[in-house]
């Protein structure tokens, strides 16, 4: 056989090879969490059955349905309240974003299903799109991967992505805004943004991340620190990212305006939850000295406060990564509800992407942790979804 | 297509159309600040959740009543008392209706009257030692009416004149309790979960 032949022959038999390789990977990247979305949902029915006298599937998605996930279905059946408050209330759901409940609505219109059911499918499916979504942004490290997916889909806080909260989306649209700044295609992330900007008011924060994506490429093109801002001058779409990226919040601050008469009423609102601002510092430290009991168990405040801090020290750990944008998103998205208390902290931790993504990294980096690790996540999903339906304060 | 892709003929139009539009944007956003900088509120919403002036949320709530008949702000009777309450208050449970922040207000509809009335009310005080009082300032229509001090935690009776010029022209009796001394719930804890007294009840004669 001639020489020119059988290297022709090699070179398609490797590319058959990296082929086969390449439809290996994507099967496995999109069985993986497939598989833990699985395992979860039967998981946590353990845990429900295991404490609900009616293991029914009806029962089943309201009894996920707790703390602000009410808030949410009534903003996505009834709206958000004029002012005076039917009832005599004084709190309105203003403080509670719409994009999640628009979209609960938008589908209710074509599927006969009820509200909570549609927000249940729809979070377990938003959790899995963001799992698909960091397999680039983890830079295609299985392991990492693997252990990410068990922990949206199958771990400890898998309720949160099993009913209507708007972690699941949060999480999604930030996968796709970091995605796209990964790969410097701004108006997307602006885009990402906006929608982060109409699910939780932290979202808008992101736009820092873009804006330090931009001065990083800027810098790596040989640009000056000074010359930055005249460089974006010159870049109309550049300003449009940046521009764009609250709009979800201005949309919103709108519609309060012109239903409310008040633009800011996400914010004042905050009065009837008594919620008051102070020195973060000054609530972390409350929070870990709470104990008033004697035991050796930590209480809600002490795990919301270690959480906080442990969360802030991923942060740092980003930036010594390097990805300072992903960190300076997650110590803002941080710091800003830690100037009211601690209610909520380790929601809020779990719904930032980039330090569950770090978490699941740093976690994978030797065999044994992984299968350690992987398997505490998958073994404490039981009891902590029994924990969430408890009503255990530390999770609201 | 990327923003280097862009030939020399097309760039001046995207350049244009790219100014253009982020033009838009930062006009809108700029207008739709200034509407939210500039609430276009009552004066109720504006001092509960605004200024923060009042952890008493004023509200159209105005109750039936007809003087000469004791009301039990105590869980009994919780329905009649429902409509008077217009804010700040908790409850009621066993012991009474417990005030909630730095203040409380009672609305209710009055027939007309020829004289003024007499007030008689059950409270006591919420203490936490070492403070063992509470002052109370009942307002009538606006008009201050009565200044106490509540001590102990055993309840109270007081009563009061209402005089009729406060209530005269008015179809509505509208009373305010204001509580200098109530107490925090935490050293953090916002003041409308202040705590400084528990209505347990409340009659008006004609005088």
Known sequence: MPSGRVE???????????????????IAVATVPLLFLLSGLVIRYAAFASVSPDPSLAVYARAFCKWDCTWYVDISEQGYERFPIPGHSNV?????????????????????FSTIAIASVASLAFGYLSCLVAWPLMDKNMRAYVLYCAFLLSGPFSFYFATFLTEPLFVLVTSCLFLALKRSSYVAAGLSCALLSATRVVGVLAVFAIIIRMFEEHRAKGGSVIGFPR?????????????????GLFAYILYLYVTVGDGFAFVHVQRAFGRVTGNPLLFLWEGLSYHPRPGWQPTAPQWSALTAIVA????????????????????????LPLTSNLASMVRYVVGLAPLTMLTAVLLSASKPTFVVVLIVFVATCYFMTVAWLGGYLALV | MRWSELTKSTRPAVLLCGYAMAGALAAAEIAILGLALNPNVNEDYRAYYVDKTTT????????????????????????????MRVCGWSGPVADGTHSLGESSRLRLALPPLRDGLRA????????????????????????????????????????????????????????????????????DASNIYNRAIKLRSFRLDAL
């Open chain 1, 231 to 247: 460089w974006l001058l010159g870049r109309p779409d550049l300003i449009i990212a940046i521009l764009i990226s609250p709009a």
């Open chain 2, 120 to 187: 008689t009310l059950e409270m006591a005080a919420v203490i936490r030692p070492p403070q063992t009082w509470q002052r109370i300032v009942i307002s009538a229509n606006g008009t201050d009416v009565y200044r106490a001090m509540l001590s102990g935690d055993l309840a109270t009776t007081v009563s009061f004149v209402i005089p009729h010029a406060v209530l005269a022209g008015k179809a509505t009796l509208d009373m305010r309790f204001d509580y200098p001394d109530a107490i925090p719930q935490s050293a």
């Open chain 1, 8 to 26: 022709a022959d090699l070179a398609v038999e490797d590319l058959a090879r990296a082929k086969s390789g390449i439809r290996l990977t994507v």
């Open chain 1, 92 to 112: 309105g759901r203003w403080g509670f974003f719409p994009l999640y409940p628009m979209l609960v609505a938008a589908v209710r219109t074509i599927l006969p």
């Open chain 1, 312 to 335: 802030l020290a991923l942060s740092a750990v980003l930036a010594v990564r390097r990805q300072f944008g992903a960190a300076l998103f997650c110590a803002m998205a941080l710091i």
């Open chain 2, 56 to 83: 008493c949320l004023n509200r159209d709530a105005v109750g039936r009543y007809t003087p000469g008949r004791t009301v039990s702000f105590r869980s009994d009777d919780a329905r009649e008392t429902a409509g």
